[in-house]
Structure formats: C-alpha cells, structure tokens
C-alpha cells in the first residue's frame, strides 16, 4: 500500500481550474505531520506548491500560486486537496504529493524539499 496517492491532473486552457486529491491512508492526521504538494516540469527543477500542518495549525503557499491555488484537508478520508485556480501555462508540470517533517514544513512549500513522495499527477494548462 503506497503512502502517498495523487489523483485529478488533466488537460485545461489558461484561466480554467483543476483540483488535486493526495490521499495519505497511512498518516495518522492528529499527529499534525506536514504534507504538501511540489512540482517540476520537463527540463525544470523542483519546485515547493504549498503545505499543511494535518493538525489543522497552518498552510504555506510559494509565492508564484498564492490567490490562485488553495491546499486543504480532510481528515476523515486522510486526504488532502490542491485547488488550483486561474491556471498559466507555467503551472504545467508533475505536481507530487509529499510529506515533510515538521520543522520544515514552511521551507518545503518553497524549496520543494520533502522526505516522502508520491508518484505524481500530471497537469497540462494550454494558452
């Protein structure tokens, strides 16, 4: 059973919206650990999306998607979301779920860091 299960990429034109689903089946959410999404596209390098306390304590955004995208969580379905929104062509990439350590968790939603990933959900955004 993988740790970390992405789902809901696909193909849409500039200004459209997509959201992504990561289900963490084997966290257990009330130890607030640090899960998040990064992304990196052909020929780029990683790079941190946004991040989230699973106790509920705080999110962290990179600046190139704050006001447009939106991670959340549920905690009965061990799933977190990405909400993207007012997608840019530059918003294609492999957007990964990962987790993090506590500690890290501001730093990773910039520098894309994480311990733990998934395997990945592609998103494509055409002008």
């Known amino acids: 059973q993988e740790w970390l299960v992405e789902s809901g990429g696909g193909s849409v034109q500039a200004g459209g919206s997509l959201r992504l689903s990561c289900v963490a089946s084997?966290?257990?959410?009330?130890?607030?650990?640090?899960l998040g999404w990064a992304r990196q596209a052909p020929g780029g390098e990683r790079e941190g999306v946004a991040t989230?306390?699973?106790?509920?304590?705080?999110?962290f955004y990179a600046d190139s998607v704050k006001g447009r995208f939106t991670i959340s969580m549920d905690a009965a379905t061990k799933t977190i979301y990405l909400q993207l929104n007012d997608l840019k062509p530059e918003d294609s990439a492999m957007y990964y779920c990962?987790?993090?350590?506590?500690?890290?968790?501001?730093?990773?939603?910039?520098?894309?860091?994480?311990?733990?990933w998934g395997r990945g959900t592609q998103v494509t955004v055409s002008s």
């Open positions: 990962a987790a993090e350590s506590q500690a890290g968790c501001e730093r990773a939603a910039t520098r894309g860091d994480f311990n733990y």
């Open positions: 084997r966290y257990t959410f009330s130890y607030n650990y640090c």
């Open positions: 989230i306390y699973t106790g509920g304590s705080g999110t």
